[in-house]
């Protein structure tokens, strides 16, 4: 049977007749009490004393419709029917359940099925307290007892039902703001409407000047969950661009470009279309119907009607894939935007190179072309026959992708002038917080003041915990904090009373029709409420349903150690730090006294057996210490990541040779804790190389490169990277390319490779699905821990790496457990 939702306890007192009556519905409240005015003892002195029609009549209405669990219902079956006799009311059919009855089925063979002998037997508690006889036989203390007896019978019996189920707290962190997770609008209510009124300022204002938040809340407070309930409610409006943190101090503003260009090519919920397609033909709609300086054709007015209901109508009703009369309207689109854009702000630098790459995307529906003229946006130097499919003038080597990346980005703002303001989204910055990045930090404050001086129209949010920000305002120079936090948006932690909301959300949208108070005891959800964050709130709340239905022992919440604080808040912190590890140790030097009093009891015992000449074998089981805490959460965590990277694989990705190196580097200074290697880059003059990170390990050196460009920058760096291979003999050289990256078909670049394999210390490899794959989890990993997105601890969680099979990185660094 299946815990029933729809449910009361009752407990009556009486022997012919009710003489008191308790309520507890399936929150496990008390809902009614009373006592009879027609009892014998009733001495005109009791609180909720009523007349027992009126008492009969309140029960008829509580009962209604409720499945009413008792104990040992016949008893107040009974009563019930004697006292509904009494004062001439028809009795009603209830549905009654007993709990007596359905305790022998749970707990057969018990010598007693009395509450009291039960409520000891599976130590259940009543605020925080066990059954005591001599409190025994009221209604109340008993229907509570009866409360807590039904729940733990329904316990045993929910694993066979819900173990089908996902874990409805186990989603427990929004990614990114594309994602779809249930949210609880009540929550941060005050906060997203200033969010919200700061967009309509932007919009609004004459100049159009770009605005900073910044969003301060602790580790799992809900900050990118209120950035995910803007983009699900203004996606169809504004353009949300989301943006990681940086990893490689060179290319900040490039890095910041490319996680633009994937939210640009993301969809919009509801519709078929990226949110390129939404900015092009919002702003080409407002364009032709706004515009004074151009004097509209025919091709204008026949646009104007095809999109007067539907701006998206410009991509689905001016002809066909491949036809003249789209070639023609989209030749028209194109000539009418660059126009506006000479005459507005001129023909200097890339800008109207770059328009005419976004305009290229938007018009394919084709995937080829759409993913060259994408990979054309990236500053990705194409092979001339590429560049050529698409129409676009090829990009070479000597372009500064900073630069570029900049006037880029003011590109996407001004054509948001046409439309609607931007959201930016700085998030996962506290990896930046390290003192050996100061300088990726500084670098990313002086690419955060450049955005504010070139880009309008955008609303530029950061996301931070409260002492990563304290030691931002620290570093940062006056005018970046000064623009930045034009606002500061705290995010308080919620009432208890919205965290059982939003606990009860995530049930309903599991599909599981049980209330929280039914799914936890009082314990355990005053275990949960007490958590820190929302994001702890939901861990421990999954570590209770897993306990529940598969039998996983509930953990104790880890105490992380890999959080560096900001330098004002060092010695308090690491005086914190000490006091935890202090009574981390303290407890667990308990429990080791406790085994050992444990293992002595046994030992005394088992020599007092042989003593006596008993030579009966003794059954003991034998001692296997239980896994670390956090070894099933990690393997938990791969295995879930792995999927999602698997499944993002064959979508649109800028991969870029700074990226990698960004991530490379960040991975081997995570494994410097808990392996033996220095890290250096070497140089061939003037001359570019690929990307690179040396491992200097004891007794050999690996160089590890990437090379994703194509075209003549391929067939340069690779040249010039085999002259390092031939010159440092002592040093084992791997050449890295993603297979998505297009194939190398020049004679001379092929030539190239041939050459790289050819010495016995280079080796040209593709990096496969796996390869990619286990070198994203990997990195990922190490960012969602430092940036707490995953509380474990750091080295442990490396530790564990070493059990994925074949993983490259793991194999070359010579990390094992």
Request: aromatic letters at 10%; charged letters at 25%; one cysteine or more.
């Amino acid at each position: 049977m299946d815990l029933i939702k729809n449910f009361i306890v009752i407990d009556t007192e009486g022997r012919d007749q009710l003489r008191e009556i308790a309520i507890i519905n399936a929150e496990g409240e008390l809902i009614y009490e009373a006592f009879s005015q027609e009892d014998p003892n009733y001495y005109g002195r009791r609180l909720k004393s009523k007349p027992l029609v009126d008492i009969l009549a309140d029960f008829q209405k509580i009962a209604s419709e409720k499945v009413i669990i008792c104990h040992n219902a016949n008893h107040d079956i009974q009563v019930l029917k004697n006292s509904f006799k009494k004062v001439s009311i028809d009795w009603q059919n209830l549905n009654f359940q007993c709990s007596l009855e359905l305790a022998k089925n749970s707990f057969p063979n018990l010598p007693s099925y009395s509450l009291e002998y039960l409520s000891k037997q599976l130590g259940l508690k009543v605020n925080h307290k066990y059954f005591n006889p001599q409190q025994a036989h009221a209604a109340r203390y008993d229907a509570e007892f009866t409360y807590q007896l039904y729940r733990k019978i329904m316990d045993k019996k929910n694993p066979f039902t819900l173990a089908n189920k996902p874990n409805p707290f186990g989603s427990n962190r929004v990614d990114n703001p594309f994602q779809t997770h249930p949210d609880l609008k009540s929550i941060y209510q005050g906060e997203f409407a200033r969010l919200k009124s700061t967009i309509t300022d932007i919009k609004y204002d004459e100049n159009h000047q770009s605005k900073g938040v910044v969003i301060i809340g602790e580790p799992g407070s809900g900050k990118t969950h209120l950035i995910m309930r803007l983009a699900q409610e203004l996606l169809k409006i504004n353009r949300l661009l989301f943006i990681r943190s940086p990893n490689n101090p060179n290319s900040v503003l490039y890095h910041t470009y490319s996680q633009i260009l994937q939210s640009f090519v993301q969809p919009v919920p509801g519709t078929d279309y990226t949110q390129f397609e939404h900015l092009l033909a919002h702003s080409f709609v407002k364009l032709i119907s706004r515009s004074t300086i151009i004097k509209l054709t025919q091709k204008d007015i026949d646009i104007q009607k095809t999109v007067k209901d539907n701006p998206l109508n410009l991509y689905k009703q001016l002809g066909g894939e491949g036809t003249q009369k789209k070639r023609e309207f989209w030749d028209h689109i194109k000539k009418r935007i660059l126009d506006w854009w000479l005459n507005e702000w001129g023909a200097s630098g890339y800008y109207l190179q770059i328009l005419t790459g976004i305009i290229e995307f938007c018009r394919y529906t084709d995937p080829k072309r759409r993913n060259l003229a994408a990979r054309w946006l990236a500053a990705e130097e194409l092979s001339e026959s590429a560049a050529q499919l698409i129409g676009l003038e090829n990009w070479n080597d000597e372009i500064s992708k900073e630069e570029f990346s900049l006037q880029a980005i003011s590109v996407f703002s001004k054509l948001s002038l046409l439309d609607e303001p931007l959201i930016i989204v700085f998030d996962q910055l506290e990896s930046l917080g390290y003192e050996h990045r100061r300088e990726l930090l500084l670098n990313f404050g002086e690419a955060v003041k450049e955005m504010f001086t070139h880009v309008p129209n955008s609303l530029i949010i950061l996301n931070l915990f409260p002492e990563r920000w304290q030691q931002f305002q620290y570093i940062f120079d006056g005018a970046v904090v000064g623009r930045v936090s034009q606002q500061q948006i705290y995010l308080q932690s919620p009432s208890q009373e919205q965290i059982k909301d939003i606990l009860k959300i995530k049930l309903e949208a599991a599909g599981i029709d049980l209330n929280v108070n039914s799914l936890f005891a009082p314990e355990e959800l005053e275990d949960i409420l007490q958590q820190k964050s929302i994001r702890m709130v939901l861990n421990r709340a999954a570590d209770y349903y897993n306990y529940k239905v598969r039998q996983i022992p509930v953990a104790s919440p880890p105490i992380i150690d890999d959080v560096i604080p900001p330098v004002s808040l060092a010695v308090e912190q690491r005086l914190k730090k000490l006091e935890k590890e202090f009574i981390q140790f303290k407890n667990s030097w308990q429990e080791v006294v406790h085994q050992i009093g444990s293992l002595e009891a046994k030992i005394e015992e088992l020599q007092q057996k042989f003593k006596n000449g008993n030579q009966t074998t003794v059954d003991t089981p034998i001692f296997i210490p239980p896994p670390h805490p956090d070894e099933d959460k990690i393997r938990t965590y791969l295995v879930k990541q792995k999927e999602i990277l698997e499944r993002e694989y064959n979508e649109i990705q800028f991969i870029n040779d700074n990226d990698d190196l960004g991530k490379l580097t960040f991975i081997s200074e995570a494994f410097e804790k808990i392996s033996q290697f220095d890290m250096e880059q070497l140089r061939l003059g003037t001359k570019k190389i690929p990307e690179h990170l040396v491992i200097k390990k004891p007794k050999e050196s690996i160089c590890i490169a990437f090379l994703q460009v194509e075209g003549s920058s391929f067939t340069a760096r690779i040249s010039n990277f085999n002259q390092l291979v031939n010159s440092h003999k002592n040093i084992q050289f791997i050449l890295w390319r993603d297979v998505r990256q297009p194939n190398i078909n020049g004679k001379v670049g092929k030539q190239q490779i041939a050459i790289l394999n050819s010495f016995k210390n280079g080796e040209f490899r593709p990096m496969e699905k796996e390869d990619r794959i286990h070198f994203e989890l990997i990195y990922k990993l190490i960012i969602d821990i430092e940036n707490r997105d995953f509380e474990v601890h750091l080295e442990e969680a490396l530790k564990r790496l070493s059990e994925i099979p074949n993983t490259w990185l793991i194999q070359l660094l010579g990390i094992r457990e």
